[in-house]
C-alpha cells in the first residue's frame, strides 16, 4: 500500500519504533498467517469479533490483501519472501 499510495518502500517490522512518539509496537505474530491465526483460535473456542471499521471486509486494505493473493497465486512462501525482501535491499539494483 506505501509503494501505490505514498511512493514509498516501507512495511511495519515485527518491532517498530515510532520516530515521532515514545512508542514501540511489537507484533509477535507477524509471520503467522490469518488462517492459521482463525483456525487456532476456533480450535480454542475463542470468540471471533469482526471488524466493523474502514478495514474491515470490504476496507482498501482487503482489496490490497486481494491483489497480493493475486500477485503471489496464494503462495505463502512467495509472500515471505516479498516481506524479507523489504530488509534485504541491494541499492546497487534501484534507480
Do not use: H
Request: proline share 4%; aromatic share 8%.
Amino acid at each position: 500500500m506505501n509503494m501505490t499510495k505514498k511512493g514509498e518502500l516501507a512495511t511495519m517490522p515485527p518491532r517498530l519504533k515510532y520516530d515521532k512518539y515514545p512508542v514501540e509496537i511489537i507484533r509477535p505474530l507477524v509471520l503467522v498467517s490469518e488462517e492459521s491465526i482463525r483456525s487456532f483460535a476456533q480450535e480454542m473456542g475463542w470468540l471471533q469479533i469482526t471488524c466493523t471499521c474502514g478495514y474491515g471486509d470490504d476496507g482498501e486494505r482487503k482489496e490490497y490483501q486481494r491483489r497480493l493473493d493475486v500477485l503471489t497465486a496464494g503462495s505463502v512462501d512467495a509472500k515471505r519472501l516479498m516481506l524479507k525482501s523489504l530488509s534485504n535491499i541491494k541499492e546497487g539494483y534501484l534507480a
